[in-house]
C-alpha cells in the first residue's frame, strides 16, 4: 500500500498562482497512475488531472485545461500540480489520488489541502 500527503494550498488573488505536491510513500512499484482532484464546498468531488506513473500522456480536465499543469518527479516520488491564472471557481479542497494494484479508480487519497482564491 502506499501514504500520500499533499502540500502547498493557501490563499491567492484571482489571477495567481500556486504549486501543490504530492509526497507518496510505500510501495510505489505497485502504482499504475496517479490524480488530482478537488471539492468545492457543496459539491460533488471533481477530476482534475491525471498521470501514468510509469510515464506516458497526462490528461486534464477542461475546466483547467491551459492552466493547470501535472507533472511528477519520480526520484523524489512526488506528484506536482502547478496551477496558474486561478480564479475563484478554483477554490477548493485538492486530493491527491493512487490507483494502486489491479483495482479500476483511485484507491488511494491523500488528507487534502485547502486553496482558496480570491477575486
Known amino acids: 500500500q502506499v501514504q500520500l500527503v499533499e502540500s502547498g494550498g493557501g490563499s491567492v488573488q484571482a489571477g495567481g498562482s500556486l504549486r501543490l505536491s504530492c509526497v507518496v510513500s510505500?510501495?510505489?512499484?505497485?502504482?499504475?497512475?496517479m490524480a488530482w482532484f478537488r471539492q468545492a464546498p457543496g459539491k460533488e468531488r471533481e477530476f482534475v488531472a491525471r498521470?501514468?506513473?510509469?510515464?506516458?500522456?497526462?490528461y486534464h480536465a477542461d475546466s483547467v485545461k491551459g492552466r493547470f499543469t501535472i507533472s511528477r518527479d519520480n526520484a523524489k516520488n512526488t506528484v506536482y500540480l502547478q496551477m496558474s491564472s486561478l480564479k475563484p471557481e478554483d477554490t477548493a479542497i485538492y486530493y491527491c489520488?493512487?490507483?494502486?494494484?489491479?483495482?479500476?479508480?483511485?484507491?488511494?487519497w491523500g488528507q487534502g489541502t485547502q486553496v482558496t482564491v480570491s477575486s
Open positions: 489520488a493512487a490507483q494502486y494494484g489491479t483495482v479500476a479508480g483511485y484507491n488511494y
Open positions: 498521470i501514468p506513473w510509469s510515464g506516458g500522456v497526462v
Open positions: 510505500g510501495r510505489t512499484s505497485s502504482i499504475n497512475s
